[in-house]
């Protein structure tokens, strides 16, 4: 079971930053409020996330880490409509599988929190433990079994900057939770989560200063999509490639389709060249996305690709236009 674990992982765990993803991910599927990330040594040495979130009761603590088992789809019907970041049950058990692997957690109305520890896939009993309602779950000594994945792995501040473009990715799509990150034990990030992504330090941190200025508001509604968030005015010349943020139902994705539709909005009003810079959320009833198409979740696959295509380029293409006015 280890091996098929490590195996998994592979897929997975590829860095410390993925294992930042899923645990956030995670930790945002529970309902927190707040997230709290403390890293050591570019998250090699040390990555944990402790949560506000509903908790995990202490004999299903072995479930969590068991493959495939999740608690978040119970049938194919939910498979096709999934509503959460994660629904695969692969992360944790791939973590630990691959690390000195310890979970803590407490649901909010218990008496107190049970302890698990995987050493490198071997777990060991669940123990009480105290803890506030929540979870924290910590991976320490990443693919310290794996000699030659911890070979892949990169300098410390290399991999601390993967980490935090995935933290910024994930944050810019939730400015209600609070995020704070620590590294080698000092502060490096604190997003307030009041909710206002427009004011908020983390649209600054990813997109530039004067995006905020520069950005015009997208809230298009048709066909059972729905577009929101903003782009750059075709004047705002500062933008690079990766001042583009997209998400589908909550969900950060790459997707040529939706990538070119945008680029032709822009090209098509008075703007070449360039990339555009962006943060948008394309919402959509589940049933029309399918997001089990890679380990990773970076992908999905839209049911009708072409009809959201149209959508998202006429959507952008009458919030452009009116600047020509
Ligand atoms: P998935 O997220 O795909 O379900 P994971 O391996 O990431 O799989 O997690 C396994 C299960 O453990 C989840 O389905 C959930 O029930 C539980 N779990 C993991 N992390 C948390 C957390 N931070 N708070 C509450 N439950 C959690
Ligand atoms: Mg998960």
Do not use: C
Request: no cysteine.
């Amino acid at each position: 079971d280890t091996l098929i674990n490590q195996i998994a992982a592979g897929e997975v765990v590829e860095r410390p930053a993925s294992v930042v993803k899923e645990l956030v991910e995670n930790a945002l599927d529970a309902g927190a409020r707040r997230i709290d990330i403390d890293l050591e040594e570019g998250g090699i040495r040390l990555i944990r996330v402790r949560d506000d979130g509903s908790g995990i009761a202490p004999e299903e603590l072995p479930l969590a880490v068991s493959r495939h088992a999740t608690s978040k789809i119970a049938s194919i019907e939910d498979l096709e409509a999934v509503a959460t970041l994660g629904f695969r049950g692969e992360a944790l058990p791939s973590m630990a599988s691959v690390s000195r692997f310890r979970i803590v957690s407490r649901q909010a109305g218990a008496a107190h929190g049970a302890e698990l520890r995987i050493d490198g896939g071997k777990p060991g009993q669940v123990t009480p433990q105290a803890h506030p309602p929540g979870t924290t779950v910590e991976v320490r000594d990443l693919f310290y079994n794996v000699p030659a994945r911890r070979k892949f792995l990169r300098a410390e501040r290399t991999e601390l900057a993967h980490i935090e473009d995935w933290l910024r990715t994930l944050a810019l799509a939730r400015p209600d939770v609070e995020i704070r990150v620590t590294h080698n034990g000092k502060p490096l990030r604190r997003w307030k989560g009041d909710g206002h992504l427009l004011n908020d330090v983390r649209l600054h941190e990813a997109l530039g200063q004067e995006f905020a200025h520069n950005a015009l508001a997208v809230d298009q509604a048709g066909a059972g999509l729905r577009l929101h968030g903003w782009i750059a005015r075709p004047t705002y010349h500062r933008a690079s490639a990766d001042q583009q943020y997209l998400y589908v139902n909550g969900r950060s994705v790459r997707d040529r389709n939706i990538a070119h539709a945008v680029r032709q909005a822009y090209s098509d009003v008075l703007y070449h060249g360039r990339h555009p810079a962006y943060v948008l959320f394309l919402e959509l009833d589940p049933r029309g996305v399918d997001v089990n198409v890679h380990p990773a979740k970076h992908e999905v696959r839209f049911r009708e690709a072409r009809l959201v295509h149209d959508f998202v380029y006429r959507s952008l293409h009458a919030v452009l236009a009116q600047t020509r006015a």
